[in-house]
């Protein structure tokens, strides 16, 4: 099962009224977590980038470009 199909299922169940305490709230913070698995494209400068999701500035360490903002976690990724 892809995120992308993991996300949309648990959003459909995130309208379902649940007794058990915390679970809405549980549940929201997962599909946040796995949202931010799914790679988002910088906003690129010229030795740094923007995260898409944070908007906070993630420097490159010589030819090093992380694959997950340090700020957020967001998975991203250095292309045009
Ligand atoms: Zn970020």
């Not at 799914?38 to 500035?57: E, F, N, Q, S, Y």
Request: charge should be positive; charged fraction near 20%.
């Amino acid at each position: 099962m892809t995120i992308e199909k993991a996300m949309k299922i648990l959003k459909t169940v995130d309208g379902i009224e649940c007794r058990f305490p915390g679970y809405t709230t549980a549940l929201g913070i997962a599909v946040q977590a796995l949202e931010k698995q799914v790679p988002k494209k910088m906003h690129l400068g010229t030795a740094w980038g923007v995260c898409p999701t944070c908007d906070r500035i993630v420097e490159t360490i010589q030819f090093f470009k992380p694959s997950y903002c340090p700020h957020c976690g967001q998975a991203v990724i250095w292309e045009e």
